[in-house]
């Protein structure tokens, strides 16, 4: 019996916040729904314990909104918060770069060349989550590389504001980010070139800025 173990808490929470935040990011629940930690409990299997505190998470990430014995609902997208994030995700990944490009193997370029690949076949595909999927696994080499744990956390954290964004241009027929900025950086990264990478890598995270302003700009256009 050494195999039924109970489940750590923190699992069955964490557990809740992947399952919750997930559904917010694609879009399954829209904003402005309520959600209520009952109805969560019963479609994950858990008891309302973890969904609580899995809420409580997704308020401070800026996913969910609370009014104290009224309402827990989802937030509306604001591109002034995706700017933020996208301020504060940049740097951190400025930093991982800076950091990881000379200690990079060529396995580790390689890694990155095969997610290269897997993204700009989901861009031609129209798949957005194989897309999605794959640029974070090409630039999360990086920040493993970089084994700064604390940037690590930080991107983890901004980075459902940006792809909640994201996912809702693509619907409205945006396009994704180029496979040839990506290529760019990793030619840098195989040089050794940590400037020449790091350059790039601000480039890259300034487009979600744009995409930011871009939605704004759309926004005003519908009122």
Request: net charge negative; charged share 35%.
């Amino acid at each position: 019996m050494e195999a039924l173990r109970p489940v750590p808490r923190t699992l069955l929470r964490d557990r809740a916040y992947e399952a919750i935040r997930d559904a917010i990011v694609a879009g399954e629940i829209e904003p402005g729904a309520v959600v209520r930690d009952t109805e969560f409990a019963e479609r994950l299997g858990l008891s309302r314990a973890p969904v609580r505190e899995a809420f409580s998470r997704l308020v401070d990430e800026g996913l969910l909104e609370s009014k104290p014995q009224s309402y827990t609902r989802v937030t509306p997208v604001v591109a002034d918060d995706v700017r933020d994030a996208a301020a504060v995700v940049g740097a951190m990944h400025e930093l991982a770069t800076r950091v990881a490009v000379p200690r990079l193997r060529a396995a580790d370029v390689a890694e990155m060349r095969a997610a290269n690949e897997r993204f700009a076949g989901a861009v031609r595909a129209g798949d957005v989550d194989a897309a999605l999927r794959a640029d974070d696994e090409l630039h999360d080499v990086l920040v493993r590389v970089c084994g700064n744990r604390a940037a690590a956390a930080t991107i983890a954290r901004c980075m459902p504001l940006i792809r909640r964004l994201e996912r809702r241009r693509f619907g409205e027929g945006g396009t994704c980010r180029s496979a040839g900025l990506h290529e760019r950086l990793i030619e840098a990264c195989a040089d050794g070139d940590v400037d020449g990478a790091v350059h790039v890598t601000a480039e890259i995270w300034r487009t979600l800025a744009d995409l930011a302003d871009e939605t704004d700009r759309t926004d005003e256009e519908a009122r």
